[in-house]
């Protein structure tokens, strides 16, 4: 099986972390999300009920 | 010299330069760099949806400290799609066919997780070792079962992506050489053959999305227990 040839293991390693890292991250970081993540409030909304039907 | 099935996964060379730059850097180019307008084009747009969703997906489990994690395992896993996906076009090099590069990808980040766990939280890390329930002159051995099982998660890692798209690899290619050498002799046979690569074909794209995410999803997974 060539897969389990030695020789290029190192190199095809070092491509693939450099591409991960050095490419594709800083291309993610730069998408600019339209809405920060943001934390759940601790507080919930207080709703009032009423006593009429939808409609 | 003759190519046997196999051959389609030694690593390309041409005139000794490795071509597997290539193969690795090619799905990069997919992703262009954004500009910074707030409404950008439709390519951008859509990336950003599928990035944003990914990131949501995979953090939502995970506590605040796992957030961290976000960028390296949302670029992985856009890198895993796209280079599965790019390598079921034809006469393309799928690098995840390689252990190698499988390997390198799976086990440094199961060493993070495993020395993020037993840096910050020991007790909990190592607690993972023995379910909770077991009776007690079944303890010894269940640790030592999950101790190898914790040893041996790299390892499936790697070779099950590499394995799943080795095996889809090579039967795209038995069944489509099948087609080929049938359709002089028996053509009908050859007809539902190619029906059998096409549904084989939709199979792969499947397996090599599904591959991509089990990949990252189970790396998540292995942050959960120990962040």
Redesign the interface.
Known sequence: MPQLNPNPWFFIMIMSWLTLSLIIQPKLLSFILTSPPINKTSTTTKTNPWAWPWS | MILTF??Q???PCLLGI?L??LS??FP?LL?P??N?R?VTNRL?TL??WL??TITKQLMIPLNKPGHKWA??L???M??LLTINLLGLLPYTFT?T?????N???AF?LWLATLLVGLRNQPTTSLGHLLPEGTPTPLIPALIMIETISLFIRPLALGVRL?ANL?AGHLLIQLISTATITLLPIMPTVSIITLTILLLLTILEVAVAMIQAYVFVLLLSLYLQENI
Do not use: E, R, V
């Open positions: 196999f051959d996964f030694s690593s490795p597997i730059i690795m850097l990069t992703f760099t954004p910074n707030w951008t990336q950003l990035t944003h960028l390296i949302t670029s992985l856009m890198l690098p066919t390689q252990l190698s590069m390997m390198a990808l440094p590499t080795t």
